[in-house]
């Protein structure tokens, strides 16, 4: 797994979010963010002194987590965060008025920063989310921890709102956890105070579950409640389905829908899949469903679970590309 952000460069989907004033580096994690910024109390200098730290170890992608009640300090660590082509992660904590922080994406972006916003659910109503949606902002950091089980749902939604990158900070302590979060839409699972060596676990699985299956965070089916990724894995929309509500939620009538779905597939290993039920692979569902006829129509045409995860993963982007709107 890749992931671009801007010029950030992340190498598998887990972020580890550290104190400055006590650091633990961890290697193994995508990106390691600097937390506790608050530069009402905190001088730029030591953002600095902690770049350093950072630089010092060798690390991948980096992030400085910051808040401030003024302004001016800010785009300073916009500035500073560019220059070291470091994320900035805006805390709410002291911007939560929406005129102020709509107005303050843009100052913060025009430092060249790469750009992010965490904010936890019930600060993130649907008038904002669609203005975040329009603004230049980079990443949208979720802080889910105490949802109880609610996160994904929180996930799914922004996902279906197709913004900017996803990051959802939550309570993980199992493989399944993290699965849940990146089965909903979420690009990147961050951990707060996480033990190092469960952190440097977590990645290493990730990353060998990414290799194997094609699609780290693939989506469930549509039907399963998944999110509008899921509708690379669905059936031609011939009888009264869930698959008809993603469609209006995507903005797609079911004819569009279809000749989407058909003109990826030309030309493609997709397009093939005699014995199926549609007659193409375009149409089937996701590796992990047992079927016996996709099955058979890969090892009659050659290719892996693998490639055709990839495949799929491909056409979701397709489907869901604005400029193809």
């Not at 329009?134 to 921890?145: C, G, N, T």
């Not at 997709?270 to 149409?283: A, D, I, M, N, P």
Request: net charge neutral.
């Amino acid at each position: 797994m890749m992931l671009e952000v801007g010029y950030l460069h992340i190498d598998n989907p887990i972020a580890v979010i550290t104190s400055h004033n006590q650091p633990v580096f961890n290697n193994a994690a995508g990106l390691l963010l600097l937390d506790d910024f608050d530069l009402d109390e905190v001088p730029l200098d030591e953002m600095q002194v902690g770049l350093e730290k950072i630089s010092q170890k060798g690390t991948g992608a980096f992030g400085l987590s910051v808040t401030c009640s003024c302004d001016e300090p800010l785009l300073e660590a916009a500035r500073l965060a560019s220059k070291n082509l470091c994320l900035l992660d805006l805390r709410l904590s002291k911007v939560r008025d929406p005129i102020r922080l709509l107005e303050l994406i843009p100052r913060l972006k025009h430092c060249g920063v790469t750009l992010s916003l965490r904010i936890r659910p019930e600060d993130l109503s649907n008038a904002l989310l669609e203005k975040l949606n329009e603004s230049e902002l980079d990443r949208i950091h979720l802080d889910l921890r105490g949802l109880n089980g609610a996160g994904p749902k929180m996930v799914k939604k922004a996902k279906d709102s197709r913004g900017p990158v996803i990051m959802a900070l939550a309570d993980i302590i199992e493989f399944e956890d993290a699965r849940n979060l990146l089965a909903m839409g979420a690009d990147v699972v961050s951990l707060r105070g996480a033990d190092p060596e469960f952190a440097e676990w977590l990645s290493g699985a990730l990353q060998e579950y990414d290799s194997l299956s094609g699609w780290c965070n693939a989506p469930k089916h549509i039907c399963a409640g998944g999110d509008l990724r899921g509708l690379a894995f669905c059936c031609p929309p011939v009888k009264k389905c869930p698959v008809l509500a993603a469609l209006k939620r995507a903005g797609m009538t079911p004819e569009e829908f279809m000749q989407k779905k058909l003109s990826f597939a030309r030309g493609t290993p997709l397009e093939k899949g005699e014995g199926t039920c549609f007659g193409s692979l375009v149409w089937c569902c996701k590796i992990s469903k047992l079927c016996y006829l996709r099955d058979a129509a890969l090892a009659r045409i050659g290719l892996s679970a693998k490639e055709y995860m990839e495949l799929k993963k491909k056409l979701a982007k397709e489907l869901l590309s604005k400029s193809s709107r």
